[in-house]
């Protein structure tokens, strides 16, 4: 029903319009935007991820040096199990499942480019850490003297540190850096939130808000949902540009750190 609509109704859905400009050049026969977003997209494995803070530690790639490395052996493998193991399914079956699931998870953001790619990428994601995965099984499997490499102790502790380090590095990079970021906290409206429940319990009168997002679809729209005291009515406005200053005989302004008069 939903393609049906938007068939019927081309402008109602505004953003396939925007993300599709380079596929629309390419079917004009213009493969310049098409093939310049696939060149960049690319890097966005190992080299330089989405530039957007609010996704992402901006720049910060999925995967690192040795994720990135381990991510390249299990591709290899699965392409390899593909072709010499078609006909087993925990092998050559699984491998084409993955394989089929990474490339067309990773479409949009090869035919959009890497802004944003962070939600582009999103149905590509879950399947990522199955082929770093799949080459330290391989590794596994590896005969060392009268054991295979899992059934010895060094093999274990080896990977018990890889575990810990990566969800280490992890808690680090997105609860204490991200998390903290002023421009993540102002796309997240955590500061909004505040001065809110602050309105909730002083605010009186009519009360003008300044916010970096002051139309109907950000701010004012938090407001309505967080905004529990009868006695307050919001204005909103930008004060890096404007202020504004209710006709009333009483009132409050509310300036936040992240819009400075």
């Given amino acids: 029903p939903l393609f049906v609509y938007l068939g019927s109704n081309p402008m109602a859905e505004v953003r396939i319009q925007q993300l599709a400009?380079?596929?629309?050049?390419?079917?004009?026969?213009?493969?310049?935007?098409?093939?310049?977003?696939?060149?960049?997209?690319?890097?966005?494995?190992?080299?330089?991820?989405?530039?957007?803070?609010?996704?992402?530690?901006?720049g910060r790639p999925l995967l690192g040096p040795l994720m990135g490395f381990?991510?390249?052996a299990g591709a290899v493998?699965?392409?390899?199990?593909?072709?010499?193991?078609?006909?087993?399914?925990a092998y050559g079956a699984a491998s084409f499942l993955a394989i089929s699931w990474l490339v067309a998870g990773f479409l949009p953001v090869?035919?959009?480019?890497?802004?944003?790619?962070?939600t582009q990428a999103m149905g590509m994601q879950p399947v990522l850490y199955l082929f770093p995965a799949l080459t330290l099984f391989a590794l596994g499997q590896i005969v060392v003297g009268d054991k295979k490499?899992?059934?010895?102790?060094?093999?274990?502790?080896?990977?018990?540190?890889?575990?810990?380090?990566?969800?280490?590095?992890?808690?680090?990079?997105?609860?204490?850096?991200?998390?903290?970021?002023?421009?993540?906290?102002?796309?997240?409206?955590?500061?909004?939130?505040?001065?809110?429940d602050y309105l909730n319990t002083h605010g009186d009168g009519v009360v003008a808000i300044?916010?970096?997002?002051?139309?109907?679809?950000?701010?004012?729209?938090?407001?309505?949902?967080?905004?529990?005291?009868?006695?307050?009515?919001l204005r909103w406005f930008d004060a890096r540009s404007s202020v504004l200053l209710p006709q009333t005989d009483q009132s409050q302004i509310v300036v936040p750190g992240f819009t400075p008069l």
């Fill in 149 to 196: 490499v899992s059934e010895r102790g060094w093999a274990a502790a080896g990977l018990f540190f890889l575990f810990a380090a990566t969800a280490l590095i992890t808690y680090r990079d997105y609860f204490i850096t991200w998390a903290n970021i002023p421009e993540v906290r102002v796309q997240y409206e955590s500061t909004m939130v505040i001065a809110i």
């Fill in 110 to 118: 090869l035919a959009t480019g890497p802004e944003l790619s962070m």
């Fill in 70 to 72: 381990l991510f390249l």
């Fill in 21 to 58: 400009d380079a596929l629309t050049a390419a079917a004009g026969g213009d493969l310049g935007p098409l093939l310049q977003n696939i060149q960049a997209s690319l890097r966005l494995f190992f080299i330089e991820g989405d530039m957007t803070w609010r996704y992402n530690i901006a």
């Fill in 210 to 233: 300044s916010s970096i997002t002051p139309d109907q679809y950000h701010s004012p729209a938090l407001g309505q949902m967080l905004l529990h005291n009868d006695a307050v009515e």
């Fill in 77 to 89: 493998l699965a392409v390899w199990y593909m072709v010499k193991r078609r006909g087993e399914l």
